[in-house]
């Protein structure tokens, strides 16, 4: 099967052009006046400050213009608008170069793209370096499932083939491993115990265990994927409310943060219900045309071709995943904003404002949804100490608009500018980058991209 996907890809991809995004100016410095700070995590505003960024870093925040030894400094007046916090996408898939302008064009700061590939290692480090322009980027291995056989994964199953794994993508420059729900004990147990050994952390698809596992063992990890997977894991697919708080208090133990991805389970409903005018309706120039096509012939296809029966089934289904959602967070259980974009033509940047739409129709408040975004990202990335925060010796990232987001959380889609490590993308600055990221796209690239990964 993996053969014949390989073939497919290389009779289907034609010849055309590679193109190369421009690399990004140096960082400026500047003094940001009469800006109002959203405080994500006081839930407050911080009204009429001053923000002075040097080297990339917010070197201070006053409520007053401090006295400056460069005399040159870019001043900018913020006109009594509003700064957010840089925005983290926790569940992300990108296999080519403009997925990263895509993201930081929405305010999305920060991505962590679970299946890398290695060129996600070298886009990763040149973002660090100023080498190229976009989301800066944590990036897991490749998927380690139990399929010896399916395309862009790792398959294992012996405890000697887990050890090897880890060692192999820890060793190759990986920021985390992802594993796989179907990984058996054997498996699951060595792949914890040796990313202890080597230090690197690990994201889960399920907040559940294998075999007689407790799901106690499962305590040091980065995260959980998926509120489906609870409900299709613990709940063995039956709308059982009665069931959860136990569930719940199971994971609660773990201290492990829960990624809901409900932006992928909505995008299939609205495909069951709507059809071809839901898709006609969504941001294709920002999904990988190979993912695209691939997509085109299984998951969207699929979902094209339901019933009424399965479509009405499918929107029971949302509603439930948001009432998991909503219990989580009512329980204290850490949340995590990741919206899968890069699957089933999810677009990059726009999805991660439709998964934190959902949140907040769960019944999270803004604040929540906003906490999801950047400081409940940062402490599970270990990256307290630079990023997710507006906060002095933190790094420059956020968003600037003209309005208060915590009334309208949508308004940071659309934002009157980007703030990366210091440097001002003005909003017509980010329409650009959009614009050229589309122009500069090149089915030949991806491809080798996932060739190389295969």
């Known amino acids: 099967m993996k053969t014949f996907t390989v073939l497919l890809l290389i009779l289907l991809v034609p010849s055309c052009k590679t193109n190369t995004l421009k690399s990004p100016p140096y960082a400026d410095d500047f003094v940001l006046t009469n800006v109002n700070i959203i405080d994500v995590e006081r839930q407050r505003?911080?009204?009429?400050?001053?923000?002075?960024?040097?080297?990339?870093?917010?070197?201070s925040i006053d409520d007053h213009t401090p006295s400056l030894s460069r005399p040159n400094i870019n001043i900018i007046d913020g006109a009594n608008g509003y700064i957010t916090p840089g925005l983290i996408d926790m569940h992300v898939h990108m296999y080519e170069e403009a997925a990263y302008i895509f993201t930081l064009s929405h305010g999305v700061t920060h991505v962590r793209i679970l299946n890398g590939v290695p060129k996600q290692l070298e886009w990763r480090d040149n973002i660090a370096s100023g080498k190229q322009i976009g989301s800066s980027s944590t990036v897991s291995s490749p998927i380690i499932s139990g399929n010896k056989d399916a395309l862009l994964q790792h398959g294992v199953e012996t405890e000697e083939e887990a050890r090897a794994a880890i060692g192999k993508y820890h060793e190759q420059g990986y920021d985390l491993i992802k594993a796989y729900g179907n990984l058996n004990q054997t498996t699951l147990s060595a792949i914890i115990d040796e990313s202890d050994k080597l230090a690197i952390p690990v994201a889960k698809h399920g907040p559940h265990a294998s075999g007689n596992m407790s799901l106690s063992m499962l305590a040091n990890l980065q995260s959980f994927e998926h509120v489906e997977d609870i409900f299709?894991?613990?709940?063995?697919?039956?709308?059982?409310?009665?069931?959860?708080?136990?569930?719940?208090?199971?994971?609660?133990?773990?201290?492990?943060?829960?990624?809901?991805?409900?932006?992928?389970?909505?995008?299939?409903?609205?495909?069951?219900?709507?059809?071809?005018?839901?898709?006609?309706?969504?941001?294709?120039?920002?999904?990988?045309?190979?993912?695209?096509?691939?997509?085109?012939?299984?998951?969207?296809?699929?979902?094209?071709?339901?019933s009424d029966k399965m479509a009405a089934y499918n929107q029971k289904k949302l509603r439930f995943l948001q009432q998991i959602t909503k219990e989580l967070n009512k329980n204290d259980v850490p949340l995590l904003v990741g919206s899968d974009?890069?699957?089933?033509?999810?677009?990059?940047?726009?999805?991660?404002?439709?998964?934190?739409?959902?949140?907040?129709?769960?019944?999270?408040?803004?604040?929540?949804?906003?906490?999801?975004?950047?400081?409940?990202?940062?402490?599970?990335?270990?990256?307290?100490?630079?990023i997710g925060k507006i906060q002095t010796n933190l790094n420059a990232d956020f968003i600037f608009s003209k309005t208060n987001p915590i009334n309208n959380l949508s308004i940071l889609q659309e934002p009157e500018a980007v703030i990366k490590n210091g440097r001002w993308f003005s909003k017509s600055d980010l329409k650009l980058m959009r614009d050229q990221a589309i122009d500069s796209r090149s089915m030949w690239d991806e491809f080798w991209v996932l060739l190389e990964a295969i």
């Open 45 to 59: 505003v911080l009204q009429s400050k001053t923000v002075v960024v040097i080297d990339g870093k917010i070197d």
């Open 232 to 306: 299709q894991g613990p709940l063995n697919h039956q709308f059982a409310v009665d069931k959860l708080p136990a569930v719940i208090a199971d994971i609660k133990v773990t201290k492990v943060p829960v990624t809901p991805t409900l932006n992928i389970y909505y995008q299939l409903t609205k495909l069951s219900q709507e059809k071809q005018a839901y898709l006609e309706k969504t941001t294709t120039q920002y999904t990988p045309d190979i993912i695209a096509l691939e997509t085109s012939f299984n998951q969207v296809d699929r979902w094209l071709q339901s």
């Open 341 to 386: 974009s890069g699957v089933l033509l999810s677009p990059h940047g726009i999805a991660t404002h439709n998964e934190m739409r959902l949140l907040q129709q769960s019944g999270m408040s803004s604040y929540d949804v906003l906490a999801a975004a950047t400081i409940a990202p940062a402490k599970a990335l270990n990256l307290e100490q630079q």
